[in-house]
């Protein structure tokens, strides 16, 4: 009993810097992204150089947010799976990758709107991780080809293919570790691959029967 109430009181801890973190965050970088554009009286090179700088770190700190949360859930808060729309799913996606990195680019290819057994929230920011890749890794300026999800049904499962924003350098054992686990909880492993300089992350989740 004291170890389940020491867990409880770890996992809200975990909840309430979570939490704590994003806000602020996410209005710092809102605050740094309103600075850069060109306004009548543009940035200094110096000054656009030192707001880059905040931009960089707030994008860093976002994206360790996300793995907090993504940890609190492997660790303390496994919540049964409920269903979902594949068209939800891939909303909180885009909502997550425009919301915590300034991405408003993503290809999307589908061929249905199965229904999925997972829980939403985890499993698309962790989609969104896939995707933005480890931002230690990141390239300085977007590639031509935008990152992608492409859905794919096979039989009694959908398969997951992502073109991640990160190069093919050595991704480090935390995003890795952190990310197959989550997709292993919802049923499926989770492979890597290089494409063209890229990398390319893939899955496959089980359907959901709809109910009568």
Do not use: W
């Not at 049964?80 to 594949?86: D, G, I, W």
Request: hydrophobic share 40%; with cysteine; aromatic share 6%.
């Amino acid at each position: 009993m004291a170890n389940q109430e020491k867990n409880k009181q770890f996992e809200a801890l975990l909840h309430a810097i979570n939490h704590d973190l994003r806000t602020p965050l996410a209005n710092i970088r809102s605050a740094t992204t309103i600075l850069l554009q060109d306004f009548s009286d543009p940035l200094t090179e110096g000054q656009r150089a030192f707001i880059e700088i905040i931009e960089q770190a707030t994008t860093r700190l976002l994206d360790q947010s996300n793995r907090l949360m993504l940890f609190n859930h492997i660790a303390y808060a496994q919540t049964n799976l409920k269903p979902c729309q594949l068209s939800e799913l891939l909303a909180n996606v885009k909502k997550d990758i425009k919301n915590n990195y300034e991405i408003n680019t993503l290809e999307l290819v589908t061929e249905s709107d199965p229904l999925l057994n997972c829980h939403t929230h985890t499993l698309s920011a962790t989609l969104a991780l896939l995707v933005v890749g480890d931002t230690k890794h990141q390239p300085d300026s977007l590639p031509e080809e935008p990152p992608s999800i492409h859905c794919q049904t096979q039989k009694d499962k959908l398969c997951f293919t992502i073109l991640s924003l990160m190069t093919t350098q050595e991704s480090s054992v935390s995003f890795i570790d952190l990310t197959s686990e989550i997709i292993r909880l919802h049923g499926g492993q989770l492979e890597i691959a290089d494409l063209n300089g890229r990398k390319q992350f893939s899955f496959c989740l089980p359907f959901l029967a709809p109910t009568l």
